[in-house]
């Protein structure tokens, strides 16, 4: 109805893959597009792993946190440029040529990484993925959105989130995978190359979106595709609804030149309070760490007491299959619950796995194992000895933990742990310098564990638990909504624009934490640096209850006008009220 809130008389879930039978061309046109979602999901998750082995074969990179850093950020820092020209591109040239561009980008920083000959080709080679991951971020739910009916929208584009998360995890099976082959990381890296070929070629058969192509007065060509994604009688109602956003976009035109952002904000009530939503949600999404985990997620292993990398990348295996699983609930609750309700719920559980994994690693910290001088001197009758330790353990007690903060004061230390199935006892502390491996080859020899990033712990399950808890509750609200909220807030005539303002918030923050973390880590420790993600969660959670609007069913230019006349609902679990208007459609009302 238009106008109107629909009401659901089944599972929208199972009513978006029915149309595997009733209208395939929609699907096909939303996985398509969606690709871009596998690849963007694929170039950030695949760093984590193959940052493992970059560090085992560039000495430069393996002590120099700053340097891993850069090699992961560079990527977002691409992807900010990426996503402000996105935006400008979407309008002027259309959303399916900024994809077949964004393909161009991956194919081109695949090859760069593959063939790496040092950490600057590498930060090269992240830089374009970023250009592609920033264009891909915002023009694939942008393509999907415009190409969708208003009732199962939200879970289309859930399907480009499935996809992203499904790309984690392929990158993660792909890390796991060439963990024994000559090249690990180059192969980890190339193989980005394959979906970005995949989908150029997909998308050079599909066509653009009607909605823009109603928008530069291509009318014919946008009727013949919305006639193949609509009903007759939704494609008349459809054409109205196009027909006065695109009058509406004439009337400002002529009493403006040329509208900025910044005038929009000033002047214009309804994109000032999408926006605010759509970039508020945006930077909450990184502020809240989803980030470290998808980048750092071998490392956060490392740090909760795994000291191999096959282990740390089979454990966080598990973290990225539970991404790609949150993704399918929100295919099927994120049309039926609403956007606001799956937001609160997911933000209740990131605080409180927050806060697990916050205590989990002060404890670990505190009840680090000893360094004892007998083990330590075991070694070629003390040769390997960390410096530090030499110069100072006479005066004051050590454990693991200080072994390892030493380690960035000196040429390098690593912890040893004890023998005997008990790692929990007091282990040595060798130098671990990055071009010598004699002491980690020593201890190993011994059928011991080596420990350079984190310490024996026995609350390392504890820790995996509560990383499994975080992203069990990112992933189906705060992983997908922002991205579908973004893709319906905007009016039409400021989508391209407001939706690469949006998309531009979110890597700028997204590299603020990824080229924060490990030094954040390294100078207060695990524990304070999850605690001071949990602060930011309450936060987003007092954001969303404020200034997030429910958009659930509503069609997309009815959104406009919901906006308009916006009220607080900070009861959010409450049922909208509604009645009728004067043109006979249903009217939202506040609660």
Request: aromatic share 10%; proline share 3%.
């Amino acid at each position: 109805m238009e106008g109107g809130v629909h009401e659901f008389d089944g599972s929208t879930f199972r009513e978006c893959f029915s149309l595997s039978y009733r209208n395939p061309y929609v699907l096909r046109l939303a996985f398509s597009a969606g690709i871009g979602g596998l690849l963007f999901g694929y170039d950030t998750g695949v760093i984590s792993g193959a940052l493992l082995y970059i560090r085992d074969d560039f000495p430069s990179v393996d002590k120099n946190t700053w340097l891993q850093e850069m090699i992961v950020s560079m990527a977002v820092a691409g992807a900010i440029i990426g996503a402000a020209i996105g935006g400008w591109a979407n309008d002027r040239y259309g959303r399916r040529t900024s994809i077949l561009v964004a393909d161009a980008l991956f194919f081109a920083g695949a090859a760069v990484m593959a063939s790496a000959t040092g950490p600057a080709q590498l930060v090269v080679g992240r830089v374009f993925v970023g250009l592609g991951v920033g264009t891909a971020s915002m023009t694939s739910p942008l393509y999907i959105s415009e190409a969708s009916p208003a009732r199962i929208r939200g879970a289309l584009v859930s399907t480009n989130g499935l996809l992203i998360t499904g790309g984690q995890f392929l990158s993660y099976l792909i890390n796991l995978a060439f963990t024994k082959a000559p090249g690990t990381w180059r192969w980890m890296l190339g193989v980005a190359a394959v979906p970005a070929v995949l989908q150029f070629f997909l998308m050079l058969f599909l066509p653009e979106s009607p909605r823009w192509l109603y928008r530069k007065g291509r009318e014919e060509e946008a009727e013949a595709i919305l006639r193949k994604i609509y009903s007759a009688e939704e494609v008349e109602r459809e054409k109205e609804e196009l027909k006065e956003s695109v009058e509406a976009e004439a009337r400002e035109k002529s009493s403006s030149e040329k509208t900025s952002l910044v005038a929009l904000l000033m002047t214009t009530a309804t994109v000032r309070r999408g926006l605010v939503a759509g970039v508020g949600l945006q930077v909450f999404q990184q502020l809240v760490g989803i980030n470290t985990v998808m980048y750092y997620s071998p490392t956060i292993v490392q740090l909760a007491g795994f000291a191999s990398n096959q282990t740390a990348l089979a454990l966080s295996l598990v973290t990225a299959g539970l991404n790609a699983a949150g993704s399918l609930v929100s295919i099927y609750f994120i049309d039926r619950t609403g956007r606001r309700k799956l937001l609160v719920i997911s933000l209740a559980g990131v605080i409180l796995s927050l806060a697990l994994l916050s205590a989990v690693f002060h404890e670990a910290t505190s009840h680090s194992p000893p360094v004892g001088a007998a083990e330590t001197a075991h070694f070629h009758g003390g040769a390997l000895t960390c410096a530090e330790y030499s110069s100072r353990s006479s005066s004051s007690f050590w454990d693991c933990t200080r072994c390892l903060k030493a380690s960035a004061a000196s040429t390098g230390c690593g912890f040893c742990a004890a023998g005997g199935g008990d790692k929990l006892r007091a282990g040595a502390c060798l130098a671990a310098a990055a071009s010598n491996t004699t002491a980690r080859d020593a201890c190993r020899g011994e059928g011991r564990e080596w420990y350079t990033r984190g310490c024996p712990s026995r609350y390392g399950w504890l820790a995996m638990a509560g990383l499994a808890l975080y992203i069990a509750a990112f992933s189906p609200g705060m992983g997908t909504v922002p991205w579908i909220v973004n893709s319906e807030v905007y009016p039409l005539r400021h989508r391209g624009v407001c939706g690469g303002a949006a998309a531009t918030a979110n890597w700028v923050s997204n590299l603020a934490v990824a080229q924060s973390f490990l030094s954040l880590t390294e100078a207060i420790g695990a524990a304070w640096t999850f605690l001071i993600f949990g602060g930011l969660s309450v936060a987003a959670l007092a954001f969303v209850l404020i200034c997030v609007p429910e958009t659930k069913g509503l069609p997309i230019e009815e959104v406009e006008k919901m906006l308009d006349k916006r009220e607080l609902r900070l009861r959010f679990w409450a049922k909208r009220r509604h009645h009728h208007g004067d043109d006979g459609g249903e009217k939202t009302g506040g609660v």
